[in-house]
Nanobody, 121 residues
């Protein structure tokens, strides 16, 4: 069992930056592929980014070049650095552990509660 707690969300103007953090419990954190997903009002939850145990990264096309996922296994934490934010990035962002998938089809096994990111125009 893995417990995930996200932090770092908030309100930011378009063009600004935020860094999300996800602290994980459990001794197997370093072996999991970790990921970030987001869900805008009235829409389905979408894949944003994933990072494997060896730090190989994957991104949705909509965030490539703007968002960076990273992890610190010593701290059991995964991060999402979000730059050049746009109003369409507004969503609840969820951290997930034991993420699997390919292309645009990804799913996590364990989920955090989510953190709100709001980008104003």
């Amino acid at each position: 069992q893995v417990q995930l707690v996200e932090s770092g969300g908030g309100l930011v103007q378009a063009g600004g930056s935020l860094r999300l953090s996800c602290a994980a419990s459990g001794r197997t954190f370093s072996s999991y592929t970790m990921g970030w997903f987001r869900q805008a009002p009235g829409k389905e939850r979408d894949f944003v980014a994933a990072i494997t145990w060896s730090s190989r990264t994957y991104y949705a096309d909509s965030v490539k070049g703007r968002f960076t996922i990273s992890r610190d296994n010593a701290k059991n934490t995964v991060y999402l650095q979000m730059n050049s934010l746009k109003p369409e990035d507004t969503a609840v962002y969820y951290c997930a552990a034991d993420v699997r998938g390919t292309g645009t089809d990804w799913m996590g096994r364990y989920w955090g509660q989510g953190t709100q990111v709001t980008v104003s125009s």
